[in-house]
């Protein structure tokens, strides 16, 4: 029983224009939601995080939106460039440090 | 500065056979994690622990056991090994109040 959804497995998108991600969860008790990338024989490395508290984060290039009542989050990485290429990974937690993890979005930018 | 160490890189099991998947951490991080990672799932949560000494099940425990004596390791145990056990698998480790896990760069184990 995933708690943790991610629907698209795949996204191509031009360099240049913006990539949107999104995940949706079925837990109310998760309160911290983070995104993870991953390179094909890496580890996964962590991207950006929000709070519950919180509605919007940013850092750079990409930004997290929360939407509580709708359980839902998103990525959007602005511009995306050659090196987003990667598997992209939503993942919450509640105030235990469970970790859990959605299934992954394959992102691949084009030029 | 080494993060979070897993050994051995790659193996290859017979059914049937036991092993332990280590992990040691050297950033004195409380939270430690075991996921596998299969083609269309993700990550899913093996075991994890808050601590020493403390220790509780995720998603997919079964076939598996963990213990956490020390602060930087926590091992996964293959009791007896299985098909369906051919996966990568992955340790983390996280400070307390911080969710932003560290990963190791991953076991592929092949069960044959």
């Known amino acids: 029983d995933q708690q943790v959804k991610q629907n698209s497995p795949s996204l191509s998108v031009q360099e240049g224009r913006i990539s949107i991600l999104n995940c949706d969860y079925t837990n109310s008790m998760f309160d911290y939601f983070l995104w993870y990338k991953k390179y094909p024989a890496e580890g996964p490395t962590f991207l950006i995080s929000?709070?519950?508290?919180?509605d919007k984060n940013e850092d750079g290039r990409f930004t997290v939106f929360l939407n509580k009542s709708a359980k839902h989050l998103s990525l959007h990485i602005v511009p995306s460039q050659p090196g987003d290429s990667a598997v992209y990974f939503c993942?919450?937690?509640?105030?235990?440090?469970?970790?859990?993890f959605g299934a992954g979005t394959q992102v691949v930018v084009t030029p | 500065n080494a993060g979070v160490t897993q050994t051995p890189k790659f193996q290859v099991l017979k059914t049937g056979q036991s092993m332990t998947l280590q992990c040691a951490q050297d950033?004195?991080?409380?939270?430690m994690s075991w996921y596998r990672q299969d083609p269309g799932m993700g990550l899913r949560l093996i075991h994890y622990?808050?601590?020493?000494?403390?220790?509780d099940q995720g998603e997919v425990p079964n076939g598996y056991n963990v213990s956490r004596s020390t602060t930087e390791d926590f091992p996964l145990r293959l009791l007896s090994a299985a098909p369906s056990q051919t996966s990568v698998y992955f340790c983390?480790?996280?400070?307390?109040?911080?969710?932003?896990?560290?990963f190791g760069s991953g076991t592929r184990l092949t069960v044959v």
């Open positions: 950033m004195n991080h409380e939270y």
């Open positions: 993942a919450a937690t509640d105030s235990w440090g469970k970790l859990q």
């Open positions: 929000i709070s519950s508290i919180k």
């Open positions: 983390a480790s996280s400070k307390r109040d911080y969710y932003g896990y560290t």
């Open positions: 622990s808050v601590g020493a000494g403390i220790t």
